[in-house]
C-alpha cells in the first residue's frame, strides 16, 4: 500500500542528507584552509607575548645584595628619588596591565575561532542548496497522485521547516529531515474526526448519507459501516435512496441480508428524499441508532444527480455527508470531491481500495481539498475489511 509516495519520501530524505553532507564538507573544509593560514600569525604572537614574559620575569629577579641596596636606597631616598620611583612603578603596572590584556584577547581569538568553525559546521540548508531537490520532489509528489495544490503546500511547508535550520553537532540528518516531512505532510490534514464517538454522542438516530459516483464501493463501504457500527453495539437501519439504478436495492438488500439489518425501499424512480424521510421515521419509530442513505451513483456533473442529493439535505438534515471514492482514482475522485463538496457540502470522506492503491496521494490531497478529515480507508472486499483513518498514523506509515 502507497508504495510509491513512500519510496519518494525516500528519495528526497536522501538527497537532502547527501546535500547537507556536501555543505558540511565544504564548510570544514573552508576551516582548514582558514586555520592553515591564520596558524603561523597564532604562532608568531604567541612567541612574542612569551618573550615578553620572560623578560619581566627576568626583571623581577633581583640578585639578593641588588634588592637590598634598592631598599636602602628607598629608605633614604630624597623625595625626586621617590617620584621617579612612583613613576616607574605605574609605568611597569601599565605594561603589566598591557601584557596581561594582550594574553586575554588571545584567549577569546582562540574561543572565537573555534566558535566559527562549530558554527560553520552547523550552518544547515538555504534555499538555493534545496532549490533542485525541491522541485524534483514535487514532480515526485504528482506522480504519487498528490494534487498539484496539495503539492504545492507540502514543499512549501517543507522549505520552511529545513531552510535555515541548525542542526547540533551529532544531530541525525535524516531525522532532522523525517521530522519536517513529518510536519508538512500533518499539517495538510485537516482536525482528525472520531467517527464512533461522534455516533455515540449524537442525538438518535443519527443520519448518515453517502455520496459518489458508481463502481467506487460505496454499497460495499455502507455494509462495511453498518458491520462497523453493529460491532459497536449500535442499531442500524438502511435506506436504498439510489431509485435510478436497476440492480441498486437488490445490491443492499444483499449486504442487508447478510449482516441482518431492515433496508427502506420504495419503487424504481421514486423520490430519493422521500425514502431517506421513511428510514429516519422508521428508526424513529423502532429506536434504532443510525440510518445510513445510499444515494444514486450517477455522475458528479449530472445537475440533476445533485438537485436530488440537495433535496435530500433539505428533507431529513442529515448529521453527516460522507463522501465516498476509490483511492486508485487519484486526481479523478480528487476532481469528484471537490464538486460534490461544492455542491452538497460533504462533512467527510472514505476512500476504498487503498489495497489496491500503490500511489498513496490520494487520501492526502482528497483531506486537503475538501479540508474535511477522511474517516476510514476501505481495505479489502469483506465487511471487515475497513481501517479507521489516523493522519498520524498514516503519515508515520509512509514515512517507515
Ligand atoms: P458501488 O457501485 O459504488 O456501490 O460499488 P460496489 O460497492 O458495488 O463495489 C464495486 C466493487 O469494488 C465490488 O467488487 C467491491 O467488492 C469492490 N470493493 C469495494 N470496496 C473495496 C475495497 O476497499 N477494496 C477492494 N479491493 N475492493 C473493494
Not at 27 to 48: C, D, L, M, N
Not at 273 to 278: E, K, L, M, R, T
Not at 280 to 294: G, M, R, S, T
Amino acid at each position: 500500500m502507497f508504495e510509491r509516495l513512500k519510496a519518494k519520501l525516500k528519495k528526497f530524505t536522501e538527497k537532502v542528507e547527501s546535500i547537507v553532507r556536501k555543505k558540511e564538507e565544504q564548510a570544514r573544509a573552508e576551516v582548514v584552509e582558514e586555520t592553515a593560514e591564520e596558524t603561523p600569525k597564532i604562532a608568531e604572537k604567541a612567541e612574542k607575548t612569551q618573550e615578553t614574559v620572560r623578560e619581566e620575569e627576568k626583571a623581577v629577579e633581583l640578585p639578593a645584595t641588588a634588592a637590598v641596596s634598592a631598599l636602602e636606597e628607598r629608605e633614604a631616598a630624597p623625595p625626586a628619588v621617590e617620584k621617579k620611583r612612583k613613576e616607574e612603578k605605574v609605568e611597569e603596572k601599565k605594561v603589566e596591565e598591557a601584557r596581561k590584556a594582550e594574553v586575554g584577547v588571545k584567549r577569546k581569538l582562540g574561543v572565537k575561532e573555534k566558535l566559527k568553525a562549530v558554527f560553520k559546521l552547523e550552518a544547515f540548508l538555504d534555499e538555493r542548496d534545496l532549490d533542485a531537490a525541491l522541485s524534483d520532489f514535487e514532480e515526485d509528489l504528482l506522480e504519487s497522485d498528490v494534487a498539484l495544490p496539495v503539492a504545492e503546500a507540502i514543499i512549501s511547508n517543507v522549505k520552511e521547516a529545513l531552510i535555515g535550520k541548525r542542526r547540533k553537532i551529532g544531530e541525525n540528518v535524516s531525522k532532522i529531515v523525517l521530522e519536517a516531512l513529518k510536519e508538512a505532510l500533518l499539517n495538510v490534514f485537516p482536525e482528525g474526526f472520531d467517527f464512533e464517538e461522534f455516533v455515540r454522542v449524537r442525538e438518535k438516530p443519527v443520519k448518515i448519507v453517502f455520496v459518489g459516483v458508481n463502481g467506487t464501493g460505496k454499497t460495499t463501504t455502507i455494509a462495511k459501516i453498518a458491520y462497523f457500527l453493529k460491532e459497536r453495539g449500535f442499531s442500524v437501519v438502511l435506506a436504498s435512496a439510489d431509485t435510478y439504478r436497476t440492480g441498486a436495492v437488490e445490491q443492499l438488500e444483499k449486504h442487508a441480508d447478510a449482516l441482518n439489518i431492515k433496508v427502506i425501499k420504495h419503487r424504481y424512480g421514486a423520490d430519493p428524499a422521500a425514502v431517506v424521510y421513511d428510514a429516519v421515521k422508521y428508526a424513529e419509530a423502532h429506536k434504532k441508532d443510525v440510518v445510513l442513505a445510499d444515494t444514486a451513483g450517477r455522475m458528479h456533473t449530472n445537475v440533476n444527480l445533485m438537485e436530488q442529493l440537495r433535496k435530500i439535505c433539505r428533507v431529513t438534515r442529515p448529521d453527516l455527508m460522507i463522501f465516498v471514492d476509490e483511492a486508485i482514482a487519484g486526481n479523478d475522485a480528487v476532481e469528484r470531491a471537490r464538486i460534490f463538496d461544492e455542491y452538497v457540502g460533504i462533512d467527510a470522506s472514505i476512500l476504498t481500495k487503498a489495497d489496491m492503491d500503490v500511489k498513496g496521494g490520494s487520501a492526502i490531497s482528497i483531506a486537503y481539498i475538501t479540508s474535511k478529515p477522511i474517516l476510514f480507508l476501505g481495505t479489502g472486499q469483506k465487511y471487515g475489511d475497513l481501517v479507521k483513518f489516523d493522519p498520524k498514523e498514516f503519515v508515520e506509515r509512509i514515512l517507515a
